[in-house]
């Protein structure tokens, strides 16, 4: 099944939907491995792999390049956050058109101003209006080819502290300008502001969560709640982090490998992942005896 097919299939499956974070080839390939049904384009791990901030600073074909690696590598479909789409409804329009040609299933972006700050930074969230992030996403869905490539759009107004009302007239008007879903944000640790919107959302679209600060929540809640899909976003990145400071830190010390080796994977994983084997056959095949 077409990756755009599988993703929008999950977004408006009856049940609750888990997609995870992967910020690169490899990554990408562990979220398909483990069972995962999609994999969530992270900005904020794929820029910090970059090992720049999550402040457009890398540039939006930067990211096209890392997404393509990922997509070549697996057969589930990717949702990339988008940010705000890198610019205007212009900008939107290219990224749509060069996201499809990628076989990215969707794309998710925020009503906040470029360059976008990460949702979790302390300080000022400026939103974008309304109108303006309407016309990116009729922009958007106006250009897609396969009537299946979703948009998804994000709503800020908790992250910037215009509260519940403000929440919901920008959720039905994305909606009416086109979105597949929405994604509504917070970064309280309890998740009072999302089981507000849920109750008060009286549209139709499929609501997307991302529960990194109340993870503490059962999952169940959401579930009973009515959320649609929920996105773990960005925990490879950081239990990557954990392993590598580790590792990194005792062969420093030790001056060896010797308190190493059984606490990491084989080299033999890695050409696993890599699909060395595929090569070692075709060799076989195409180079002269
Ligand atoms: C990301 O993973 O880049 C996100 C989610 O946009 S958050 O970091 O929570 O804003
Ligand atoms: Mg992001």
């Known amino acids: 099944m077409k990756k755009t097919t599988q993703f929008k299939n999950l977004l408006q499956s009856p049940s609750l939907e888990f997609i995870m974070e992967a910020h690169n080839g490899v990554s990408a390939k562990i979220v398909e491995e483990v069972g995962f049904k999609g994999i969530w384009g992270s900005g904020l791990t794929i820029s910090a792999a970059m090992g720049v901030r999550d402040n457009n600073e890398a540039s939006w074909t930067q990211v096209l390049e890392i997404l393509e690696f990922m997509s070549d590598v697996t057969s589930i479909p990717i949702m990339l956050d988008g940010d705000t789409g ?15 040609q990628r076989n990215i299933a969707a794309v ?38 396969d009537p299946d490539f979703c948009i998804i759009a994000r709503i800020e107004a908790f992250i910037a502290g215009w509260g519940l009302n403000e929440a919901l007239k920008r959720a039905d008007a994305y909606e009416k300008a086109g979105a597949d879903a929405l994604l509504i944000h917070s970064k309280l640790s309890k998740p009072d502001e999302i ?9 139709r679209s499929p609501v997307v969560i991302v529960p990194t600060m109340y993870y503490e929540t059962a999952t169940e809640v959401f579930e009973k709640a009515g959320v649609s899909l929920i996105i773990w976003a960005n925990h490879l990145l950081r239990a990557s982090i954990a392993v590598m400071q580790k590792t990194a830190d005792q062969i420093h010390k030790d001056r060896s490998l010797i308190n190493i080796e059984n606490t990491i994977v084989s080299v033999k994983e890695i050409f696993r992942l890599q699909v060395a084997d595929e090569l070692k056959e075709a060799e076989k095949r195409y180079l002269p005896k």
Do not use: H
């Open 86 to 100: 890198y610019g205007n409804f212009n900008n939107m329009r290219r990224l749509v058109r060069k996201l499809e």
């Open 108 to 145: 998710c972006i925020e009503d906040k101003v470029f360059p976008k700050t990460n949702s979790f930074i302390e300080g000022n969230q400026p939103l974008a209006s309304i109108d303006e992030f309407c016309g990116k996403i009729k922009a958007g869905k106006d250009t897609q080819t």
């Open 195 to 203: 089981l507000a919107f849920m109750k008060g959302w009286k549209g």
